[in-house]
């Protein structure tokens, strides 16, 4: 069953994809205009490095 929601911004992110004819480097700056012209704040937090879990020992 599709998602009408996730087809639809895959449906947006494709026609952005073919605007900057798949140029990566042009779509993110892209990107980064539309983003300076929102007048909010951007938050970059830092990386959180996640501790694997231990497995439990298998007892014979």
């Known amino acids: 069953m599709k998602d009408p929601i996730v087809e639809e911004v895959r449906k947006y992110r494709m026609e952005h994809t073919a605007k900057f004819h798949g140029d ?3 779509i993110c700056e ?3 205009r539309i983003e300076k ?3 909010r704040k951007v938050v970059r ?3 959180v490095r996640i501790k694997p879990k231990k497995r439990p020992v298998a007892s014979s």
């Open 37 to 39: 012209t929102l007048g």
């Open 24 to 26: 990566l480097h042009a």
């Open 30 to 32: 892209d990107f980064r």
């Open 45 to 47: 937090l830092p990386a």
